[in-house]
């Protein structure tokens, strides 16, 4: 009988997506259900009226008028980006003004001048833990670079008295802050491919055999697995999973010699 083990989801493995929603929910967040990349729901929503423009032209942030439209509403971040030899800098936000005369009913209207404060989330293994960024969504088109979204989320949270905690924290950081594998009480959590990495010791046949999906429960080589569905295992259940794989190998070994 082929030797198993049960990895309890949420105490002995977690997937990516179970990660990224801990952090968030350690952190007051919730994570964007069905969104294309992790993002929380927002933090906050300022409306983008007098005294918020203002506050956002002392940091640089400025209205750049548009001589190939005058249907739509830019502001600019004016300050240095970072750099990139591939890309343009995506500092911008675009707010679409009403037209009376747009076929569209929702052209009419137009969309709000509304910044949505919110944080993308990522894993990093070398900071041991999950990223929250900083985010400052509009409600037409937003910038994708790091710094743009920053100085929009910091100038508006540090002028609120009324911002939340986390919007603070976020703004009081150097563009980013980590929750800890250790905050979450999941110190020593390793992904379960790398496990495997470890426990073959560079030995390419068993990882030959392990790609072909032959012996090993849980497969470290999954088909199809989408990125969120992949495993991390909790530092207490790993000598579990290597006494697994050995006793596995083992049953090969002896299948091969009968």
Not at 93 to 119: C, H, Q, V, Y
Not at 145 to 172: C, G, I, T, Y
Request: proline letters at 7%; aromatic letters at 8%.
């Amino acid at each position: 009988m082929t030797t198993t083990i049960s990895l309890e989801a949420g105490k002995d493995a977690y997937t990516l997506l179970d990660l990224l929603r801990k952090a968030a929910e350690y952190k007051g967040l919730k994570l964007m259900e069905g969104a294309f990349e992790a993002y929380c729901e927002p933090i906050k929503t300022y409306e983008l009226d007098s005294k918020a423009l203002a506050v956002l032209e002392k940091v640089g942030i400025r209205r750049q008028l548009r001589p190939d439209s005058d249907r739509v509403f830019t502001l600019v971040d004016e300050n240095s980006q970072e750099h990139n030899s591939v890309y343009q800098p995506s500092n911008y936000w675009n707010f679409k003004l009403p037209d009376p005369e747009a076929p569209d009913p929702r052209d009419r209207e137009g969309n709000p001048r509304r910044i949505m404060l919110s944080t993308g989330l990522s894993l990093n293994q070398t900071k041991r833990g999950i990223v929250l960024s900083p985010l400052a969504h509009g409600s037409f088109l937003s910038p994708c670079d790091r710094l743009p979204n920053f100085r929009m989320f910091k100038a508006l949270a540090e002028s609120d008295p009324e911002a939340p905690a986390v919007a603070k924290e976020l703004a009081a950081s150097d563009g980013s802050t980590v929750v800890s594998w250790t905050e979450l009480g999941l110190g020593g959590i390793r992904r379960l491919i790398s496990l495997f990495s470890e426990f073959i010791h560079g030995n390419e046949e068993v990882d030959k055999l392990a790609r072909r999906m032959e012996i090993f429960n849980p497969e470290p080589y999954v088909r199809y697995q989408q990125p969120g569905d992949e495993l991390y295992v909790a530092e207490p259940a790993q000598p579990r999973l290597f006494a697994a794989w050995q006793a596995q190998l083992e049953e090969y070994r002896t299948k091969l010699r009968v």
